[in-house]
Each structure stands twice: as structure tokens, then as C-alpha cells.
């Protein structure tokens, strides 16, 4: 054989040989088999916002993977109730959740900090947290001991402080008050006489029409406009003291996630945090056009709350943390290191942001 031809077919032969190798170490990223992933939201099914977002969260989670993570999707009501998905993923029978969890309080308190809570964090302070002051190794510790792992799925922002049938004076006025309002929030208003109901979204409209509550939270106007509680209540109170930044959470059974391969993790945790973005950017969007729609448009009160009510607030509220913090070490330990966060990164927000929003006011005469 000539050498010529003989370097010929060697050539020949060797990118022959690769294709096959490369065909050959590809095949088994190829041949991935199918994950079934059903998600169980305390949400109505389109509803603007949580809905909607949680909605998106799930097509994104099945489009980044082209189908391969098969995934369902299951509104409030449609599988298990609203306040029924915690169960249903512990216990391995779907395989996520998407919900707040703070209404996993009668759990553990210490869930309420992976929401949100009284004086707490905004959604920035909160994403440092979470993301770069221990926070989500705390979140994992607590999640772990339920057989979960939760990620950051979404935020609201600072909310309002709620709709009430009659003017809020003095914190005189909130004894005897019935209020749908979860989390440590509901517990700063047991200390000022309240009555603190805990109801799925879904049901705050039939009971506020009712009289069986006489105020409500739930976020703010973009979402609280499609819940039509102006029918019902007229004032509206803010800035809401117990809810600054809630983040809404993805919560997954722990050994479904440990399952996946780093990649599969990757896209969910990839997928997560763009809703989680996504979802304040919208409410930011959205809420200054339908606060105007409810004041013009149905004649809702718009109300501040008096710094007489907000000094009971941060009363009340202290007492329920120190408290809280009793409960166990865990939950002593995240307090300490939420605490942390609220003090440090709370006074760069104060020097930076704030005196920011002031000045700009100023100036633009706002």
C-alpha cells in the first residue's frame, strides 16, 4: 500500500472512530429518561400574580428541559387544598409545592421567617440573606427535618397593611377585630386584641362579604383588585407592618430533589430564581395602576396607618419574638441570623435607598 493512500484511510478511520466515540459518550445524555414532576399550588389557577407566576415557574421548568421533566401542574383545589400541599410533598405523593411558608407556623414558627414577618425583611434585604448570610443552610436545616428542600420562587414586595370595614383610629380599634392575616403578623394582632383567622385565598372574599372576618391582608392592589374586597371593606391601610418582602417558596420532597442529576438541580434552582425576579419586577409593574383603579374607580379609602398603631405594632411584635426564639434552638439560631441581616444590611438600605427616595421626592416635589 502506498503511504499516501495509507494516511488516506488512517484519517479516514480515525474521524470514523471519533464520530462513533463522541456518539458514543453522548448517548446516555441523550437517552435520559423522563422525570414526572407535580407541582400542588396554594394559588387559584390563573389568578394575576401568585397564580400566573407559579404557573410560569412550571413552563419554564418543562421548557428549559424540551419535556424531559414532565411537568403537572395543579392549582389550589384541583388535587389538595390550599393549605394541604406541605402534606402532599412530605409525604412523597407529588413531588413539589409552590405556596408561602409561613403557613407552616403551626409546624414550626420558624417557618414564618422563610416568608416573611413582622419589621422584617425587604426583598433585597432578604435575597442577601438567603443568599449570602446563611440563610438558605438555615431554611435547608428546617426544611430537612420535614424530608423537604425549598428554594426562593417569587416575591411580593412590601404589602399592604390590609382592608377593614371601619377606620382604624387607634390600636383601641383592633380588639375584637376578626382578621384574616397568617404568620407571625397574626400573632402581633392576638397582642393587640385581635382575632387572627387563617384562610386560603380563595376563601377571604366569601367571608369578608359574610361578616364572619372584619378585615383582611392578603398582598397588595394589583392582586387585592381581582379579589374585589372593596365590595366588602372600603378603607385600606398601609404600609403593611407584617409582610415587607414575602418571598413565595418551591418546596420539593428531599429525596425526589436528591434524585436528580447536578444539571436537573441547576435548571430547577435556574428556573426558580428568574420567577422569583420576574414576580416582584410584575407586582412593581402592576400595583401603582390598580391602586388607582380601586380609589377612582370604586372608591376605595386609601388610609396610612397612625404612628400610634405602628409604635404598638413594633410593641407587640417584639413580644412575639422574643417568644418565638424560645421554641427551639433552630429557631433561636435563625432568629439570631435574620436579626443579623435586618441590622447590617438594614443600615446600608437606610444610608443608600432611603435617604434616596427622599432626596428624589424632594426634588421632584413628590
Known amino acids: 500500500m502506498k503511504r499516501r493512500d495509507f494516511i488516506k484511510k488512517a484519517g479516514t478511520a480515525a474521524v470514523v472512530g471519533g464520530v462513533a466515540a463522541s456518539t458514543t459518550l453522548a448517548a446516555p445524555a441523550i437517552a435520559q429518561k423522563r422525570i414526572d414532576m407535580v407541582i400542588v399550588a396554594s394559588w387559584g389557577r390563573d389568578f394575576p400574580g401568585l ?18 421533566i414532565n411537568v403537572q401542574y ?25 405556596s408561602a411558608d409561613y403557613y407552616w407556623k403551626g409546624k414550626n414558627p420558624g417557618w414564618a421567617f422563610f416568608t ?10 432578604r435575597a442577601a440573606w438567603i443568599h449570602h448570610m446563611g440563610g438558605q443552610q438555615l431554611w435547608d436545616e428546617m426544611a430537612d427535618g420535614y424530608g423537604l428542600k425549598c428554594l426562593p420562587c417569587g416575591n411580593t414586595g412590601v404589602q399592604m397593611g390590609g382592608w377593614f370595614k371601619n377606620e382604624i383610629e387607634t390600636a383601641d380599634d383592633l380588639k375584637g377585630l376578626k382578621m384574616r ?3 407571625l403578623g397574626g400573632d402581633v394582632m392576638a397582642k393587640l386584641g385581635a382575632s387572627p383567622v387563617s384562610l386560603p385565598g380563595g376563601q377571604i372574599y366569601e367571608n369578608l362579604v359574610s361578616g364572619a372576618i372584619d378585615a383582611t391582608e392578603w398582598v397588595g392592589p ?18 403593611g407592618m407584617h409582610e415587607p418582602g414575602g418571598f413565595n417558596s418551591l418546596g420539593m ?18 428556573a426558580a430564581s428568574t420567577a422569583n425576579d420576574v414576580m416582584m419586577a410584575e407586582f412593581n409593574a402592576n400595583n401603582g395602576t390598580y391602586l388607582a383603579k380601586l380609589v377612582s374607580e370604586h372608591g376605595v379609602q386609601l ?3 397612625s404612628d400610634e398603631i405602628y409604635d404598638s405594632f413594633g410593641t407587640a411584635s417584639q413580644e412575639v419574638y422574643d417568644e418565638t ?29 432611603a435617604t434616596y427616595y427622599t432626596q428624589r421626592n424632594r426634588v421632584l416635589g413628590i
Request: proline share 3%; charged share 25%.
Open 74 to 98: 395543579f392549582a389550589a383545589g384541583e388535587r389538595v387544598g390550599a393549605f394541604d400541599v406541605f402534606d402532599e410533598v412530605a409525604s412523597g405523593n407529588a413531588q413539589a409545592y409552590h
Open 303 to 305: 388610609r396610612p396607618f
Open 181 to 183: 392575616i397568617p404568620g
Open 116 to 125: 416573611s414577618e413582622p419589621f422584617g425583611l425587604t426583598y433585597t434585604e
Open 253 to 270: 420532597n428531599k429525596k425526589w430533589w436528591m434524585s436528580l442529576s447536578n444539571s436537573d438541580q441547576m435548571i430547577i434552582q435556574a
Open 51 to 68: 397564580g400566573t407566576g407559579a404557573q410560569r415557574f412550571a413552563k419554564r421548568v418543562a421548557d428549559m428541559t424540551d419535556g424531559r
Open 325 to 353: 426564639r424560645q421554641h427551639s434552638a433552630l429557631v433561636g439560631r435563625i432568629y439570631d441570623s435574620w436579626l443579623k441581616a435586618r441590622t447590617e444590611v438594614g443600615a446600608w438600605k437606610n444610608l443608600s435607598e
Open 222 to 239: 394589583w392582586n387585592d383588585y381581582f379579589m374585589k374586597f372593596y365590595e366588602a371593606a372600603k378603607y385600606y391601610y398601609y404600609p
